[in-house]
Nanobody, 125 residues
Framework: QVQLVESGGGLVQAGGSLRLSCAASGRTVSSQAMAWFRQAPGKERDFVSAISWTGVSTYYADFVKGRFTVSRDNAKNTVYLQMHSLKPDDTAVYYC??????????????????WGQGTQVTVSS
């Protein structure tokens, strides 16, 4: 079992930056693809970004390309999402998720096996 805990959310003005962290415990996630999703009130959970277990491959939703950067530190069992140029439309609960070891990255929430509790990001205009 893997436990994921997100942190780093908060209230920021439009144009500002935040860095989200996702700390894993229970076992190492060094061989697991990791992803970030977000869910705004009344909307579906959307794929934001993902990173392969090696860290070599990264993926982004079109609406965050050029603004968000995903990274991981396997020694710390932690994944990060650096967010710049935040917009009010980025307001949502951000979730970290992982798949079982060696599974490929997908953009489908149902494919992910472990989830954090989420961290709220609110961007004011």
């Amino acid at each position: 079992q893997v436990q994921l805990v997100e942190s780093g959310g908060g209230l920021v003005q439009a144009g500002g930056s935040l860095r989200l962290s996702c700390a894993a415990s229970g076992r190492t996630v060094s061989s697991q693809a990791m992803a970030w999703f977000r869910q705004a009130p009344g909307k579906e959970r959307d794929f934001v970004s993902a990173i392969s277990w090696t860290g070599v491959s990264t993926y982004y939703a079109d609406f965050v390309k050029g603004r968000f950067t995903v990274s991981r530190d396997n020694a710390k069992n932690t994944v990060y999402l650096q967010m710049h140029s935040l917009k009010p439309d980025d307001t949502a609960v951000y979730y970290c998720a992982s798949r079982e070891p060696l599974r490929l990255i997908t953009k489908i929430p149902e494919d992910y096996d472990y989830w954090g509790q989420g961290t709220q990001v609110t961007v004011s205009s």
